[in-house]
């Protein structure tokens, strides 16, 4: 599928797929290779992530990662994120930057005053806020995407492509009849969902296609790796490569990982990139 999204002016092409590296200003993260905290941590992963091939840096401070994620207020949050936005814009000013976040107010602070791009949320629009925890957050993220006019990544936390499908047919008409234009839709592996149906959604993720918008994956490391095969979040990087191929020939945009070289490797050995 050809896909564009519109990032502050420029056209972003994603007929082929990119990768977006993860950036966690947080001390808590599932995987902890991916916590980065002073300003040289956060510069020299900014600079990691472009020097491997990625175009998008995903910027969190909140770790919402299912079983155990500490609550963080709403001005930790807006302050990490500021610190660490600063510094990946000083380092790479022209990436693409995400921030993380299923905050309203946190999300306008990062694209009006801290040079965020789009907005990665996964709580599907105010479902949830720390997995399994009903969302007491202000605002209403899918008016303020649509009063921001950026893209906006849509986190599915359905335990299943059935109803998966239905809430993003749904959920995309509400964005639309806002006045929201760039969507790209996750399917949210590992939040609301058993073992299984993770793996029954991959099984069946080229179905995303009918919804007609470009797909995230994020499924970098992640228990539905380690449970199946043994190990731990620093033993799934074979997984993780297995698992992206597969999502990149059922269609998927970008995918979102903790390890951008072997990412980028397997999007041109998968025919996503040219030479």
Excluded: W
């Excluded at 896909?3 to 797929?17: A, E, F």
Aim: net charge negative.
């Amino acid at each position: 599928m050809q896909y564009t999204i519109n990032v502050r002016g420029r056209l972003v092409d994603l007929s082929q797929p990119m990768v977006m590296g993860i950036l966690n200003a947080t001390p808590d993260s599932f995987y902890s290779g991916s916590r980065k905290q002073t300003e040289a941590e956060i510069a020299d992963r900014a600079n990691q992530i472009i020097s491997e091939g990625g175009r998008m840096i995903d910027v969190g401070a909140f770790s919402t990662r299912p079983g155990g994620a500490m609550e963080v207020s709403e001005e930790e949050e807006t302050s990490r994120l500021k610190h660490a936005l600063a510094i990946v814009r000083r380092e790479q000013p022209d990436a693409i930057v995400s921030v993380d976040t299923y905050r309203p107010r946190v999300a306008r602070r990062c694209v009006e005053d801290f040079g965020a791009d789009i907005i990665n949320d996964v709580s599907e629009g105010g479902i949830t806020g720390i997995v399994d925890t009903p969302i007491h957050e202000e605002g209403d993220m899918f008016q303020t995407v649509a009063q921001l006019q950026v893209p906006y990544i849509l986190m599915s936390v359905q335990p299943t492509l059935e109803t998966m499908m239905k809430n993003f047919a749904d959920e995309v008409h509400r964005l639309r009849d806002l006045g929201a234009k760039d969507i790209i839709l996750d399917p949210g592996y590992g939040f609301g969902k058993t073992l299984d149906q993770n793996y029954e959604i991959l099984s069946h993720a080229e179905r995303l296609a009918e919804l007609e918008l470009p797909v995230l994956v994020g499924i970098s490391r992640k228990s539905m790796i380690f449970k199946k095969a043994g190990g731990d979040p620093t033993t799934s990087l074979p997984g993780t490569i297995a698992l992206n191929a597969v999502s990149l020939m059922k269609g998927a945009s970008i995918l979102r990982v903790h390890d951008v070289k072997e990412a980028v490797q397997t999007v041109v050995c998968c025919g996503g990139l040219s030479d």
